[in-house]
């Protein structure tokens, strides 16, 4: 697992969202990551530790997601926010669900 690559080596990417079952080999792996300052990009990552795992015979299994937004970028935080809101209908009404909480449509 490589930590935002300049050359994808593939088509797969990692988009964070995980189910890990075996927490006390991730916290594990963690703990040495920092205790050995592992670091790629500046930084203590989770696939670093990810990748620890699987060196210690953790299996992680794979599956398709059909969309993906990096909601990192505040762009693609709103394209986000639109999709989800024209995908479920959402729009502004008098009676809303969410406490505090206003939608405004498109």
Known sequence: MIEKPQIPKSNLALVGMYKIRETEQLYKCLEDNIRMQVRSHDEFQLTDALECMIQHGVRFN????????????KETLLETNATLLKKY??????????????????
């Open 89 to 106: 209908k959402l729009s502004a009404s008098p009676v809303l669900p969410y406490e505090n909480t206003i939608i405004i449509p498109r």
């Open 62 to 73: 794979a599956f398709k997601v059909n969309n993906w937004f990096d909601c990192g970028r």
